[in-house]
């Protein structure tokens, strides 16, 4: 069977990079170089902190470059793999997916006598370069030279499927799942936290994203090069998982791998998950793009929105392309109490759904159908989930016809899901991983296990009183006319008042400007082949998006022109930001 061929402009960009000024250097053997010629005392200690999930073998292949006359493997100050598992038996729960946010701090999880004796054997040491390497090396010693080891989440979990283990844990054949809660809810929380001030004092960062290949900035020109981010527009850099819903669009569109049956997800624009990549000259190095939210919150985020939020990126876009797929499991979200009481969130998975591209028989699933009798709907799920019988979705549901433009809100507690032959440019706040599913249509995860059905925490956070009328009336297509003349038309299209997010949609075919509202916006390319995003007062390069990118106009790059880069092309920009 032939595939559809959907319209495309082969112009998707898979590895945007952000040119900076810093120089990249490659290679343990240029790196330990680098690092030596800045140990200028005859007793000079190195750090080479680690962020959990760096690997070992480069890790101490690096120490080795130094060579050391003394080296202390920070691991071994921490608490035991067994100690840590009952320390953190709260926090991973017995959930397949949800476990609670830890509050704690890497530095809690360290033998203080292990610490004591570490350090003394460093003060034992006359003369010589000593390191200490490892996950919490800088609470052993803040180091004369220190360098930051970094890795991507992204990498990290391909990692785990390729057998890896967490941080300090013995659980290579673990599911995907449980490496991943205990990454999420505790690892990156603990990695992060501990980050945060070393990336205003580190000398250099270490790229350890490609195994056997390392990559290192000097600390100075690498938070030169995210002060320049936080002023200018940019993008993250995307990834592409398939799915048990995945679909055929994102395979064309965004050119990816045409072998792979499947794409379901794509995360552009998730700086929490998402990395950015650096370049100088023919060199590239990646780094989290998290890195730039801890270090630049202000300027990336705008004040207002640092002062609600802190150094959190609130705003996710994402794709979910079910074109020749499937239905999404049918799916709600907590509500906000929900999430802060249960989980430790700060806020909740408000979400919409805009539609980049659907086919005629499209459709989403959204609010209960007026006259539903909750108890009714919750014991048919359940029967559904006990004994494999179907469950009668469009009976309880609402299934709307879906078309290409169209934008659906998705306060948290509204049940929902896209149906098949829809590609959706999911506009949502940063929390993406609690979906209470309901009903997964009777079919298997990729990993051939049925996937986790959460019923007993959806019956406590479904709004059963959105129903037919006012779903229609408030969450399908509520859009307002902002402005509209021969060149431009904005309209507000959401979301709803419930959703801290404001989205507008802008359709132009010449330049227009855009101010600012004190807060970082993201936007994609709705339509158009490309657009060039400029400085109308010269502060940043011009920028060029191309059709179904994401990209982040930081608040740090002040007021900005959107103009077709085709002179005359009827282009499309959708906008979100946190709402003033
Ligand atoms: O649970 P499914 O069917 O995979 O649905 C798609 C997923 O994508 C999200 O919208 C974003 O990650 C989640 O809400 C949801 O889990």
């Known amino acids: 069977m032939l595939t559809k061929q959907y319209k495309s402009y082969h112009n998707y960009e898979k590895a945007p990079v952000t040119s900076v000024a810093g120089e990249i250097t490659t290679g343990f053997a240029a790196i330990a170089k680098k690092i030596l010629a800045a140990c200028e005392k005859e007793k000079t200690i190195v750090v080479l902190e680690a962020y959990p999930g760096v690997d070992r073998a480069d890790l101490f292949a690096l120490a080795d ?39 704690a701090k890497l ?13 003394a054997q460093l003060d034992a040491v006359d003369t010589g370069v000593c ?20 890795l991507s989440r992204w990498e990290i979990q391909l990692r785990w499927r390729a057998g890896g283990t967490n941080w300090r844990c013995d659980n290579p054949d673990d599911p995907q799942l449980t490496k991943y809660k205990r990454g999420f809810f505790i690892e990156w929380r603990l990695g992060d936290r501990l980050k945060q001030p070393l990336l205003k004092t580190i000398d250099f960062l270490i790229d350890t994203n490609k195994k056997g290949m390392p990559k290192m900035m000097n600390g100075d020109d690498f938070r030169a090069a995210l002060k320049q981010i936080a002023h200018q527009p940019f993008r993250t850099v995307p990834y592409f998982d398939p799915g048990p ?62 002062g609600r939020f802190g150094a959190e990126f609130p705003i996710r876009f994402d794709f979910l392309d079910t074109m020749d797929g499937g239905n999404l499991s049918l799916q709600v979200h907590p ?6 009481r249960t989980f430790g969130m700060h806020y909740t998975q408000d979400e919409s759904y805009y539609l980049l591209d659907a086919e005629d028989d499209a459709c989403v699933y959204l609010g209960i159908k007026t006259g539903t009798k909750p108890e009714e709907m919750i014991e048919a799920l359940k029967a559904a989930q006990e004994t494999g019988e179907p469950f009668d979705a469009e009976r309880y549901v609402n299934r709307i016809p879906a078309k290409k433009h169209d934008h659906f809100l998705i ?50 956070v479904i709004q059963f009183d959105r129903t037919t009328d ?19 038309k904005a309209e507000h299209t959401g979301l709803h008042a419930l959703e801290f997010l404001e989205t507008t949609r802008f359709w132009f075919d010449a330049p227009f400007d855009l101010e600012r509202n004190d807060s970082v916006s993201m936007l994609n390319l709705i339509e158009g082949e490309a657009a060039v995003v400029s400085s109308p007062t010269g502060a940043f390069e011009p920028f060029t998006v ?24 009827h282009c499309a920009v959708i906008r979100a930001e946190v709402r003033g």
């Open 107 to 119: 530095s809690d999880y360290y033998e203080s006598d292990a610490i004591e004796a570490a350090r």
């Open 546 to 569: 191309h059709y179904a990118e994401t990209f982040i106009v930081p608040a740090g790059a002040g007021a900005y022109r959107i103009a077709p880069l085709h002179e005359g092309e």
């Open 470 to 488: 006012w779903v229609h009336e408030n969450l399908v297509n509520a859009v307002r006319v902002l402005h509209e003349d021969e060149h431009l």
């Open 335 to 340: 509500l906000t109490e929900y999430i802060q």
């Open 411 to 460: 306060p948290a507690g509204t049940v929902h899901c896209s149906g098949r032959n829809a590609m959706v440019l999911e506009i949502s706040a940063t929390p993406y991983i609690f979906t209470f599913k309901l009903y997964d249509w009777g079919r298997l995860g990729l990993d051939g296990r049925p996937r986790p059905i959460h019923i007993e925490h959806g019956e406590q």
């Open 65 to 103: 470059a130094l060579s050391p006359v003394c080296l202390i493997d920070a691991d071994f100050c921490a608490f035991s793999k067994e100690k840590l598992a009952d320390t953190w038996k709260e926090e991973l729960t017995d959930d397949r997916v949800f476990g609670k946010m830890t509050t």
């Open 131 to 150: 390191v200490v390497a490892g996950t919490g090396a800088s609470l052993i010693h803040p180091g004369d030279v220190t360098a930051y080891c970094d």
């Open 245 to 306: 819903w995945g679909g055929q669009w994102m395979k064309q569109i965004c050119g990816l791998d045409q072998n792979e049956k499947n794409f379901a997800w794509s995360f552009d624009g998730v700086p929490e998950e998402n990395s950015l990549l650096l370049k100088n000259g023919e060199d590239v190095m990646e780094i989290p793009a998290m890195n730039l939210v801890l270090n630049q919150p202000q300027a990336l985020l705008g004040t207002r929105v640092y």
